[in-house]
Each structure stands twice: as structure tokens, then as C-alpha cells.
């Protein structure tokens, strides 16, 4: 079994609200975010254009939540056989 340590962070209201903002789905947890965030800064600077692809991904999911064209867990596993 994994020993998975976890800790809490303080941050400021705006600050949540901009973290909010990153998530691809409502249930991404803010370890997701964080670590996308993370992963963006890191290769922002050896791969500026790998970067630039992850941001514009990020926003086409967005849009294509916004538009309803998603499925949900629920209806993934049905479909899985899960």
C-alpha cells in the first residue's frame, strides 16, 4: 500500500477563485490543479510550446464543458463495463 502523506494549505479567497479557474471538470481536486499548474510553469521554460498546447487543451475542454459535450463518470463506466 502507498503511504500518500497529505497537508493543508492556507490560501486567500481570490487566490481559490483563480485556482478554481484551472479545473478542466467540477470534481478536480486542487492536488490536480495544483499539479497542472506546476507541470505548465516547469515546462513553460524548456518547452514553451509544449506549454502553450496544454494551456489551449485545457481551454477547449472548458468550452466543450460549457457546451454540455461531456459524459459523466457514471455514464463512463456504464459504457466500459465498469
Same mark, same amino acid.
Given at each position: ?40 510553469? *516547469? ?19 472548458? *468550452?466543450?464543458? *460549457? ?9 463512463? *463506466? ?5
Amino acid at each position: 500500500m502507498v503511504n500518500i502523506k497529505e497537508t493543508t494549505i492556507k490560501l486567500r479567497h481570490d487566490t481559490k477563485l483563480q485556482l478554481d479557474k484551472f479545473r478542466e471538470y467540477r470534481s478536480e481536486s486542487y492536488d490536480e490543479v495544483v499539479k497542472k499548474i506546476l507541470y505548465i510553469a *516547469k515546462t513553460s521554460r524548456t518547452e514553451p510550446e509544449l506549454s502553450k498546447e496544454t494551456m489551449e487543451a485545457i481551454e477547449r475542454a472548458r *468550452k466543450r464543458i *460549457k457546451d454540455g459535450k461531456f459524459i459523466t463518470e457514471a455514464e463512463a *463506466k456504464k459504457r466500459l463495463g465498469l
